[in-house]
């Protein structure tokens, strides 16, 4: 993670101590989850409203689906003397597709979850940064910086804020640290 807040007096930004290498099995994984819930709240909120968007669609089109299917299993069975086992065809081949359904209708929402929890945290991540460079400010360290990860949205209200820090800084008097 690269967003960093220097505090007075530091040369380099702060980091987190180098992690070992860790077994399988043990929490490292764990670990990962968490650095991307960095707010799980929001982030499952997002999540939950893009699926229950993708819901409602998804439902109101296999009731199209079903709706017309009817209609057609019914056309034939009127054109046909072998009613029970037109019926009987077209079930089984509504069960066959029954399944692909299902199983296409789990693979999208894993995948909209997945999406949904690294583009938040795109969103949420900054936003930490920039708590910690606040309250850097309202203790005095105005030599506080904000550097953001490649890609995290906000790049321009951290520039702003680190414009603000080097402001308050001049006014201030303290020498100035530049880490990057």
């Given at each position: 993670m690269?967003?960093?807040t220097v505090g007075p007096g530091?040369?380099?930004?702060?980091?987190?101590?180098?992690?070992?290498?860790?077994p399988l099995g043990t929490g490292k994984a764990k670990r990962r989850l968490h650095n991307f819930m960095l707010q799980p709240l929001l982030q499952m909120k997002i999540g939950l409203y893009s699926i229950i968007i993708s819901?409602?669609?998804a439902g109101s089109l296999?009731?199209?689906?079903y709706y017309n299917f009817a209609g057609l299993v019914n056309s034939v069975v009127l054109l046909t003397d072998a009613e029970d086992e037109v019926r009987d065809l077209f079930m089984d081949y509504w069960r066959g597709t029954q399944l692909w359904v299902y199983?296409?209708?789990?693979?999208?929402?894993?995948a909209t979850v997945t999406i949904s929890v690294l583009f938040t945290h795109r969103l949420v991540g900054p936003t930490i940064a920039f708590r910690r460079h606040i309250r850097s400010l309202g203790e005095g360290r105005y030599n506080a910086r904000t550097y953001l990860r490649?890609?995290?949205?906000f790049a321009e209200v951290a520039e702003e804020l680190n414009r603000l820090s080097e402001t308050m800084e001049r006014s201030q008097g303290a020498p100035h640290t530049q880490v990057k």
């Open positions: 690269t967003n960093q530091q040369g380099a930004p702060q980091t987190q101590a180098p992690q070992t290498q860790a819901l409602l669609f296999a009731w199209i689906v199983l296409s209708c789990l693979i999208y929402i894993g490649k890609g995290d949205a």
